[in-house]
């Protein structure tokens, strides 16, 4: 094609509309690609960030209520942290124990042979930190768990059934927490209440446990 053919091409109006599209559209998606793409970057992730904000805030929103029941609920139960200290206390106060199974068999009408407790002896353990005990001595009826400490009572008492249901009734209702291990039961022919009822030899295993 020769000179004057493409100018007379390039001066024609279809051609040079043609042009200035190609020359706009080409413009355009550079000005896309370098300003507009990145802003539109920016708010795609601003707009994620915005969601997952609203995910943890209904999160921290649930955690916060759970919260507000829980101290609602201890609240609710704060007079009475007082009696859970006396049903499980963090020392084993054995003369409390051997005191109050002594009065309820008493009050109870049986008569106590004997009742003996193992020695508890509180020691600091060496490999323990600060000011934590361990519980050393005894006849081998200390027991623990990862909760609670446990020890035993040993009871001999004299008895008949009506006696003894009114002390274990008696026992199982006071305030520090205690626990029948065993129970072994003699009848006792050469022994009788003034109303004829027949005696019986009963040795009791209590637990007394504290944390």
Partial sequence: MDTKKIVQLLQNKKTQNYTYNTIFFVIFSVFVLFAIRPNLVTAFNLQKELQDLKLANRELDAKILKIVELQSVAESYRDQLPLLDEALPDRPNV???IED????ASDSGMLINSITAEQIVLAVDPN????EVLDTGGTGNIASTDSYQHFQVDMVVGSGFENMDTFLGS????????GIDSVSILSDS???DAAGEERYTVTLLIGGYYL
Avoid at 101 to 104: A, C, E, F, L, M
């Fill in 95 to 97: 003369a409390k124990v």
């Fill in 101 to 104: 199974v002594r009065k309820s």
């Fill in 128 to 131: 323990a930190s600060g000011d």
């Fill in 171 to 178: 026992l199982l209702t006071q305030r520090r927490l205690k």
């Fill in 190 to 192: 050469a022994a009788a």
